[in-house]
């Protein structure tokens, strides 16, 4: 397998097979340095970082770097890490040796701070193969035929344990149905509202816009609401004749990053009451809050009128593609209906590996330790911009895996094409900005600080800094 990776800035094509991965790390390594891709006295990730970053072993890369050491392509010194040595420049070609004119290589940036993804390189490989393991072993003949479009029942009566205990939600077994993530759950969601005669699904001021075109995509109008600092403002429902649903992200606005005010959430709670209206809870980064108790699930609130959506995408990783939803109990059998046969979208030992993860511990051990490390990068980005860029005021950072940085008018295009010089792709505010939002004035950067791996960490911050500077 190759692994396009491009943690020096550079893309090292490292064939990671067998017993080639020292090998192919020290070519990889070589050839950028010979073609200029790592210039002399770039300081390289530690030992421990680019293997956890790479997926090997400390010592497969702690013995590249000796022996690259030895032949003087890198330096090492106590205290300053290793660096790329100092070198003359590149030989030109004998004339006999034959000239291929190079093509241009298209570069993409050195670092990402986009908002969206966890820290893909501290995916708990170890813990997720001894449970996937064990999952395997106790698996009954049965979980390897044609499975329950409603998931199985390992993972549904382990998740309606730990969402009531984690999340204050109300579940039960029979009122959870796995599907393949967010989008997959909120697709199902537009079939059912669709049979239903619902013509508008509300949605908050920002927010994604694949998820209001795939609403759209179902027939669905997807009127805004306005936005303040108490949140989304549910008071506007009552005047959305049309809207028979509302898309909210209550426990951590994205992106701006605000709870729903308690007033509101019971607006929002009495108006689906009244009307006979659905609410649609994108939980997305609940379990990561920071400075104060986390703010419980609406679905607590009202389970009959509220449809709670979470996944494994933020605490886990995305590729698991592994979500649920809590229904109310009318609903159970409409979304079964609109799932039909695709119960082969959720892998059943995928589903018997999460539930074996959270029933052992691992899960809230992990939550745990990655809630710790997300805290430290954020409390580092705030220093440093304090620091580097005083004038920037951070906001949305009691929860989550992102932050907001507010920018004066008509600042928000340069700050992102700065950005990109320095070699760094980042999201401006206005990217998630819906067309009939009223707070056109507002403009940031939506800066996702749990993104990078350690070992790109340090340069990414130094990459954003430099862009507001």
Not at 103 to 119: E, I, Q
Not at 419 to 428: C, D, I, P, Q, T
Not at 439 to 447: F, T
Request: glycine share 12%; net charge positive; hydrophobic share 40%.
């Amino acid at each position: 397998m190759t692994d396009s990776w491009a943690t020096f800035g550079a893309d090292l094509h490292l064939e990671l097979r067998g017993t080639r991965l020292r090998s192919g790390l020290m070519d990889a390594l070589r050839e950028a340095v010979r073609t200029g891709r790592l210039m002399p006295g770039t300081r390289l990730p530690s030992s421990r970082s680019l293997a956890a970053d790479l997926g090997v072993a400390r010592n497969t890369v702690a013995d590249a770097y000796a022996e690259l050491v030895a032949e003087g392509w890198l330096v090492a010194q106590q205290g300053s890490g290793t660096r790329v040595a100092q070198r003359s420049a590149p030989r030109k070609p004998p004339s006999g040796e034959a000239r291929v004119r190079a093509r241009p290589v298209r570069r993409g940036p050195a670092y990402s701070l986009k908002p969206g993804s966890p820290d893909l390189a501290s995916f708990p490989r170890a813990e997720w193969l001894k449970a996937a393991r064990r999952a395997l072993t106790a698996a009954p003949h049965e979980a390897f035929g044609y499975g329950d479009p409603r998931g199985r029942i390992e993972l549904r009566t382990v998740l309606a344990d730990y969402l009531a205990r984690a999340r204050g939600v109300y579940a039960a077994p029979e009122r959870v149905v796995v599907c393949n993530g967010f989008v997959h759950g909120l697709m199902l969601m537009g079939r059912i509202l669709g049979r239903r005669r619902v013509r508008e699904v509300a949605v908050e001021s920002y927010g994604l816009d694949v998820h209001r075109n795939l609403l759209t995509g179902a027939g669905l109008g997807t009127p805004a609401l306005p936005f303040d600092d108490a949140g989304t403002c549910t008071e506007g429902l009552g005047g959305m004749r049309g809207a028979g649903a509302v898309l909210m992200t209550p426990a951590h606005q994205f992106p701006l990053g605000v709870p729903l005010h308690p007033d509101r959430r019971a607006a929002a709670v009495d108006w689906a009451r009244r009307t006979g209206g659905v609410i649609l809870e994108d939980d997305y980064d609940g379990e990561f809050r920071y400075d104060r108790q986390p703010v419980g699930a609406l679905q607590g609130l009202d389970p009959e009128r509220v449809v709670y959506m979470g996944t494994a995408s933020k605490s886990l990783a995305p590729g698991l593609r592994l979500g649920w939803m809590v229904l109310p109990e009318s609903m159970v059998g409409e979304a079964l209906e609109a799932k039909g046969h695709e119960e082969w979208a959720c892998g059943a030992l995928d589903q018997l590996t999460l539930a074996e993860f959270i029933a052992s511990g691992a899960y809230d051990r992990h939550v745990r330790g990655m809630r710790l490390r997300y805290r430290r990068r954020r409390d580092q980005l705030v220093a440093a911009l304090a620091e580097r860029a005083p004038a920037v005021r951070v906001s949305g950072i009691a929860a989550g895996l992102h932050a907001v940085l507010e920018l004066p008018p008509g600042t928000e295009r340069q700050a992102v094409r700065s950005a990109a010089w320095h070699g760094l792709a980042l999201n401006g505010l206005s990217n998630f900005r819906h067309a009939d939002a009223r707070a056109a004035d507002r403009e940031g950067l939506v800066v996702g600080y749990a993104t990078p791996p350690d070992s790109a960490w340090a340069g990414a911050l130094e990459a954003l800094c430099k862009s507001l500077e």
